[in-house]
Every structure is written in structure tokens, then in C-alpha cells.
């Protein structure tokens, strides 16, 4: 019996390997992308002025900055010491619970982007602030728009229709 030489088992085992790898994921192996949770506005926030020095949104894993393919997806991009950016995150936050289980969020905070957020920067935020993008589950751009999206504080009517319109 002849023996295959090491470079061809070499070889066979990549190819077992990717093989195998294949399988895992199209069996739906693939783990989540952890996208933000839990939501929260961040305490000592101002709404009229530009004094607030933290980013206005907490959340877990806020530095994800990924979607999962085929689920929609909201980003908000902003800054801290921004009160436009406060008022839409207050907006944002407020309607998060409502929408946790059917659309992603990702919050980006422009001055502490991680590698993970870079790509949705260059691809989405235009230099101005607040901006929100939201994605179709199909990965499509329905919204990518600069400022608050009401005139009054509170009003989150706007917003909620665009997050409606994502599912």
C-alpha cells in the first residue's frame, strides 16, 4: 500500500478540516454576532446645552459593531458633549425596549470607535452628528439621515415609524 507524502496529507487535512468547517456552518453553527443591549440613557445628561461629558447611551457590548446578515439593523452615531445627541438618544432608548427583539442596535460613540465600528463609520457617517442609518433585514440602506428626528423633545412618533418600517 503506498502512503501519501506529507505534503498530500498536508493537504487532505486542510481539506477535511474546511470541510468540516463547512458543515458546522450550515448547520447554523455560527455564533451570534453580539450586537448593543440593555440600553440605558447615561446619568447627569443635558438636553438644552453641551455640558453633559459622557456619551449619552450605555449599553452592553456597545463597542460590537456589526449586525447580524438578515436582521435589520439601526445605527446611531454620536458624541458626547452634543445635546442634539442626547435628545435622540433619549428618543432611542425610550423605544429600545419595543424593539430589542426584532431589530439590532449598534451605538457608536465618534470618539472612542472600535476596530470593530470602523467599517460602519466609513461606509455610513457623513460628519455630522446625531445620525442614525437603519439597514433592512436584506442589508439595504432605508434611512441614513443628520439631526434629530422630531423638533420637540419626547417626541418619538418619527423615530418609531422608522423603526416600525425596518420589520
Sequence with gaps: MKYPSRS???LLLVAASAIALLGYLTAGGVPKVRVASDLTLAPKLSFDDDSSPNFPIQARNI????GRPGEPTI???GTSNCWNTAREAE???RLYPQFRDRIHFVIIDLRNVSPAQR????R?????IPTITALSSDG???YNQTGESATIRGDT???QRLLDSLH
Design 8 to 10: 498530500a496529507a498536508k
Design 63 to 66: 463597542l460590537d459593531g456589526q
Design 75 to 77: 445605527v446611531f452615531f
Design 91 to 93: 428618543r432611542l432608548v
Design 119 to 122: 467599517l460602519l463609520v466609513s
Design 124 to 128: 455610513y457617517y457623513h460628519g455630522y
Design 140 to 142: 439595504n440602506v432605508i
Design 157 to 159: 412618533s418619527n423615530l
